[in-house]
């Protein structure tokens, strides 16, 4: 039978525009299935192994016929692992302390270490910023109207000091999506955490101007979902919203049954023709009484002073039988003038003794329960008939996961009960994994935001569930899986090619973990390693470094250009990152970020010759240099590659940096002593060294 092209291009366009495609998918892909209680694998190189991570390694390295790279040496294994836990470069004094106790006692010294750096707030800064990319945080909203998000900052401390406190990452997952449902705490401070925590669902990006209000609704509903999916479940969730998952098993309805959830969520305060934000009050009773008493006390002075304003308007009009003057008081008798002065007196007196306004959270709350039908084709202009009860995804249900949700509630609380469950297959599996990424720059799975078809299975699938398990077992303990993960003789391996030279050709992406993967830092420990060596860094912890009005426009100046705050400090505009950061490949802060995609581009390099931040930091390790009566120059370019990267430098680069140092030309711009000279030819040695890979990489 002949079919003509346009009843072809009919048949096609039937095809992709229907509604509710078939999910088809198979229901036994790997990361619907439990997590397998594996035990770590028995190998020949046994004596290489130290922690149980190790044996599914080596195992999977025995198989390919490959062996592991040497043992990194301890300058580089404290620079990794300074990096990795801080997000700072180590002292020159802790290198050296460290190289002296692992020659005495390699395994004590390293655990000390890895106890010391945990214990550092720097600790929670580090992988505060980490979970900030996957809750993709912002001081501003961005898209149509780039409103200012005042108390951002709440939930980004929150952050940095839940990981600090090694809050449970259950718990640090139900408090993000239903910490205002929770049991009230024993004090009242302890529950605004919970409400801060919160702020998750209320951060993402908004068409705040979108005047077909519902779908605003819908548009908000639908990030939140595809947030929720990506961050906790490693699923595309929000490909459901028009249509079945084309690739894995989730119909539309489960994808509505959750929309049910946040539509029953208030997530806006109004829905006025630039909508408003959703915030709570965070001050203690004691003090909302304070501010209730004051507001009262004020409204009854000014009403007292209106209502005599009032009757002498009126005893006027009826004095002058005609329309009140352009300035009636004039007229108003002595008593009366006088009595108002007194009042306006005693009323600017209430004002100028205001307490503190109340302080306030992004948070949401609860609102009407409601089901909703599936949306055909996502519009919410085209309803099915039916309506879908509030749930979840039935491919993961199956697993003895369902949690009945009241009708009364919008079930949120039911929902992060049910991510957390030790029973579901997902949750565990992502995070451990996105743990192992951000030490090892690649995940066992190599597609951290989906765990679905479509996603890349895991190189090593028993040691994605053992460690799934073992989080787990431990009460979802972050620390612990760090301390799992860095006391491995997989990660403290060298960067370079293991003994046999086919290592490179049987495993180039580095899949079997055959070396340590060299990695560049991210583009705040770029900037935060600048900071840190020049002696420049404010180490001061939390706050807001900027004091523009909440759900005001964002105002033209920015702080990031001038601060010296770790860049987790700093205010995310979104649509205006900071250049020192976007250069880095920062993530987009307007969408879950599962990894960043570094970029080799040649404005890095630029970024290194001309940024003021660059040069001023290189001038300040310079002049710290020069101020050092007790060394010569060989001995200050020895403590400069110290200070820089982490290690002394060599004798032959001693006397290439002196031979450098004694052929730069003077500026013949510029009349300068022979102390500024010297000064300025420090300075663009160390500018060189801050420019080098060896300080942007670690490996």
């Known amino acids: 039978m002949k079919t003509s092209w346009p009843g072809l291009s009919l048949l096609l366009l039937g095809v992709f525009l229907t509604p509710n495609m078939p999910a088809a998918a198979p229901t036994n892909h790997w990361a619907f299935e439990r997590v397998a209680d594996v035990k770590p694998q028995q190998v020949r190189d046994a004596p290489w192994c130290r922690t149980p991570i190790d044996r599914f390694v080596r195992a999977s390295q025995e198989r390919a016929g490959v062996s592991p790279s040497v043992p990194a040496d301890p300058r580089t294994l404290i620079r990794r692992i300074t990096f990795d836990v801080t997000g700072l470069p180590p002292e020159p004094s802790e290198v050296d302390a460290f190289v002296r106790t692992t020659q005495q006692n390699p395994t004590g010294a390293l655990d000390s270490l890895i106890e010391r750096l945990l214990a550092s707030p720097h600790y929670g800064e580090r992988w505060g910023r980490w979970w900030l990319d996957v809750a993709r945080y912002a001081d501003t909203n961005g898209q149509d109207e780039n409103k200012v998000l005042a108390n951002a900052w709440r939930y980004r401390d929150w952050v940095v000091h839940s990981f600090n406190r090694n809050l449970p990452f259950d718990q640090f997952i139900v408090d993000q999506l239903a910490g205002d449902l929770l049991p009230p705490a024993a004090s009242e401070p302890e529950n605004f955490d919970p409400l801060i925590a919160t702020g998750f669902l209320v951060l993402g990006p908004k068409m705040l101007a979108e005047q077909d209000k519902p779908k605003l609704v819908m548009d908000i509903v639908d990030e939140q979902i595809d947030t929720v999916g990506k961050a906790f479940l490693g699923l595309t969730l929000g490909c459901a919203r028009c249509h079945d998952h084309k690739f894995d098993p989730i119909p539309a309805s489960d994808y509505y049954a959750i929309a049910g959830i946040f539509k029953s969520t208030r997530t806006m305060e109004d829905l006025a023709f630039v909508s408003k934000f959703n915030e709570r009050p965070i001050s203690p009773s004691a003090e909302m ?57 005693e009323r600017d007196t209430i004002k100028s003794n205001a307490p503190p306004p109340a302080a306030y959270a992004m948070s949401v709350a609860e609102d009407k329960p409601v089901n909703l039908p599936v949306h055909l084709r996502g519009s919410h202009l085209n309803l099915a008939r039916d309506p879908v009860p509030r749930g979840f995804i039935q491919i993961v249900s199956r697993h003895e996961l369902a949690h009945q949700i009241p009708r009364e509630q919008s079930g949120r609380l039911q929902l992060a009960r049910w991510i957390t469950s030790p029973k579901n297959p997902l949750t565990a599996r992502v995070i451990v994994n996105r743990l192992w ?64 030279s086919e290592a490179g050709l049987v495993d180039p992406e580095n899949r079997l973990l055959s070396r340590f993967p060299r990695q560049r830092l991210e583009a705040e420990m770029i900037r935060d390693a600048l900071l840190a060596v020049s002696g420049r860094l404010d180490t001061a912890a939390g706050g807001s470094l900027v004091n523009w009005k909440n759900n005001d426009y964002v105002p ?58 660059v040069k001023d930091c290189a001038l300040a390790v310079a002049r710290s240099l020069l101020a050092r009566n007790d060394l010569d120059d060989s001995a200050r370019v020895r403590e400069a590659y110290n ?55 670690y490996h």
């Open 437 to 500: 990424q951000a030490h090892f720059g690649e995940g066992l799975v190599r597609t951290p935001d989906n765990f679905g078809l479509r996603g890349e299975k895991p190189t090593h699938p028993e040691l994605l569930d053992w460690l799934a398990g073992e989080f787990v077992r431990t009460g979802w303990d972050v620390k612990a899986l760090h301390r799992l993960i860095l006391r491995s003789a997989a990660y403290q391996q060298s960067s370079g090619i293991g003994k046999e």
């Open 556 to 613: 033209a100046g920015d702080v990031t250009a001038t601060s010296v705050r770790r860049t987790v400090y700093l205010p995310i505009i979104r649509d205006r990152v900071y250049d020192a950061l976007t250069i880095f490949d920062f993530a987009n802060p307007s969408v879950c970020s599962a990894r960043r995609t570094p970029t080799v581009v040649s404005h890095q390099a630029l970024f290194f010759l001309n940024s003021p931040l």
């Open 289 to 345: 009484a304070i501010l209730e008493a004051y507001a009262k006390r004020l409204k009854a002075q000014t009403n007292q002073i209106q209502e005599i304003i009032r009757d002498a308007n009126a005893a006027l009009v009826a004095d002058l039988k005609h329309e009140l003057p352009k300035d009636p008081g004039l007229l108003y008798p002595p008593a009366t003038r006088e009595r108002l002065a007194a009042l306006e007196k």
């Open 643 to 697: 200070r820089i990267l982490s290690r002394p430098a060599s004798e032959p680069e001693t006397r290439l940096a002196i031979r450098f140092l004694r052929q730069l030309p003077g500026d013949p711009r510029t009349v300068s002593s022979e102390e500024n000279q010297r000064m300025d030819d420090f300075a663009l040695l160390c500018q060189t060294l801050l420019a080098s890979n060896e300080f942007v990489y």
